[in-house]
């Protein structure tokens, strides 16, 4: 695989032209029906789908612009979803929702969309959860995950943790408001070495939460346990992660790939927001051509 494991240097963003919020307007955001509500997502690249990436608790689609641009013109087909309770997505049901929720709502997507051979499943951070989970529902849909700074959630931690976990983040975004914690956490999803306009789009995109669906993500994040379902997955997993996360330290990450019997890979230099910061080093770890 063309992929340097051992990167030690801060990788450097794509020089395309244009500001990167302008560079995503490129891949116009599209809406599915499914049962119970509807999904908004991003296309790019071939006509048959090979990859679907799922975004973080803080973030939407448009963290993978990167991978979108990679894809565009080249021989993989790329979707990434806007998670239930994101943008225009319809939240799931349960107003206390676990991993398996969402994941039902990903297959009910893909069903609806009419993909039904294997695909590349790419989970970032909470997404990482959701992408495990729907990798365990159904085994014969994924041909291979990729786990990017996953989350492992709080369900193994003492309930008095969980719960203070939940309620400081929840009260974080009370007090603050999707626009003042953007401010406050989004230029920490990358490394204090990230380019200015990279921190100013991770804070855009934590920006543009959805009060609701951000706290259905947190209660699904307290009571994850992504270990508990990696042991599981059936198809082969990836794990990376960069020195420089906060978020999902490295030891955590190595935690899940140890888990996964799998290698942990070092995408360098680099904070949480992985596939912005490091997109050259994920690129070709998701073997996206040009």
């Not at 100013?200 to 270990?227: C, K, W």
């Not at 059936?234 to 030891?251: E, I, R, Y």
């Amino acid at each position: 695989m063309p992929f340097n494991a051992d990167a030690r240097a801060t990788p450097t963003i794509s020089t395309q032209p244009g500001l990167l919020a302008e560079r995503l307007q490129r891949f116009t955001p599209q809406v599915m029906a499914v049962p119970g509500g509807q999904v908004a997502y991003r296309q790019a690249g071939a006509q048959r789908v090979s990859h679907v990436l799922l975004h973080g608790i803080g973030s939407a689609s448009g963290s993978w612009l990167m991978q979108l641009e990679a894809a565009q013109g080249g021989g993989s087909g790329l979707l990434a979803w806007d998670a239930p309770g994101y943008a225009v997505s319809s939240p799931v049901a349960p107003g206390r929702p676990d991993a398996g929720d969402y994941a039902q709502q990903l297959w009910a997507w893909l069903d609806a969309l009419g993909i039904t051979h294997p695909v590349t499943l790419v989970g970032h951070s909470l997404g990482a959860l959701m992408a495990t989970r729907a990798a365990v529902q159904r085994p014969a849909q994924v041909a291979r995950l990729v786990l990017l700074a996953p989350a492992q959630g709080y369900a193994r931690a003492t309930a008095e943790d969980r719960h203070k976990k939940l309620h400081d983040r929840l009260d974080q975004l009370a007090a603050l408001g999707p626009e003042g914690l953007g401010q406050q956490r989004g230029a920490g999803m990358v490394s204090p070495n990230a380019p200015p306009e990279l921190k100013a789009y991770a804070q855009r995109m934590m920006s543009q939460i959805h009060v609701s669906g951000y706290t259905q993500a947190a209660q699904m994040l307290a009571g994850g346990d992504l270990i508990t379902d990696v042991v599981k997955v059936q198809c082969h997993v990836s794990v990376a992660s960069g020195q420089l996360d906060t978020a999902t330290p490295q030891a955590a990450c190595q935690a899940v790939a140890l888990a996964a019997n799998t290698d942990w890979l070092d995408l360098g230099l680099v904070g949480h927001a992985c596939a912005l910061e490091a997109a050259d080093q994920v690129n070709a770890l998701l073997q996206l051509t040009h």
